[in-house]
């Protein structure tokens, strides 16, 4: 298994632009996220899914949007990128959330928007 | 104030020294995890723990309910245990974690 795989790695934006950071598992879990985490500060939740064609938004969705047309993948989309959405961003997964849950991380990607 | 307190934000310790990172949080809980992020940037589970004490080889995590305090140890640090470790909480009520801002542990040789 190669657990969660994220992609690119690491990608510079110009302001307005926009791109999809790609997240994929193939463990068959049902719940995904993704966070963003910035210098000094703890993650912070964007979106989650908790099965295929059901998404939320967590704390700091603003500027981002989510899909999850099938259970291995959860691409994010960054419309119209802004300085402010220079970090870096974790997506995760978990067969199911409740008190036993343990959340499975993608290595990460590293955004730039100049 | 944030819902997750790390103390200290940052360690430096000789190798074979014992470690103890704190994690205060203010909301009731149903789990708390410690997590451990790598240089790189990998994030991985160290404990999910909602009552007592769990050890796995050097680490220990504890957790005081009543207190709302959890902390991590590492007996006998090395410099492979040079990391980032995060406290996170699962709210009683959601399924969402919520995380601390990270300790960040230097063993130096």
């Known amino acids: 298994n190669a657990g969660v795989t994220q992609t690119p790695k690491f990608r510079i934006l110009k302001i307005g632009q926009s791109m999809t950071l790609q997240c994929t598992q193939d463990m068959n879990h049902n719940y995904m996220y993704w966070y963003r985490q910035d210098p000094g500060m703890g993650l912070k939740l964007i979106y989650y899914s908790v099965g295929a064609g059901i998404t939320d938004k967590g704390e700091v969705p603003n500027g981002y949007n989510v899909s999850r047309s099938t259970t291995e993948d959860f691409p994010l989309r960054l419309e119209l990128a802004a300085p402010s959405q220079t970090s870096v961003y974790f997506c995760?997964?978990?067969?199911?959330?409740?008190?036993?849950?343990?959340?499975?991380f993608g290595p990460g990607t590293r955004l730039l928007v100049l | 104030k944030n819902e997750v307190e790390q103390s200290p934000q940052n360690l430096t310790a000789q190798e074979g020294e014992f470690i103890t990172i704190n994690c205060s949080y203010s909301v009731g809980i149903s789990a708390l995890h410690w997590l451990q992020q790598h240089p790189g940037g990998g994030i991985v589970s160290l404990f999910m723990?909602?009552?007592g004490k769990k050890k796995h080889g050097r680490l220990i995590a504890t957790i005081n309910i009543q207190e709302k305090h959890s902390s991590l140890h590492i007996t006998a640090s090395h410099p492979r245990d040079s990391a980032v470790y995060i406290c996170a909480v699962r709210r009683a009520a959601g399924n969402k974690l919520t995380f601390g801002g990270g300790t960040r542990v230097l063993v130096k040789p």
């Open positions: 995760a997964s978990s067969p199911w959330a409740g008190e036993q849950e343990t959340q499975y």
């Open positions: 723990l909602s009552s």
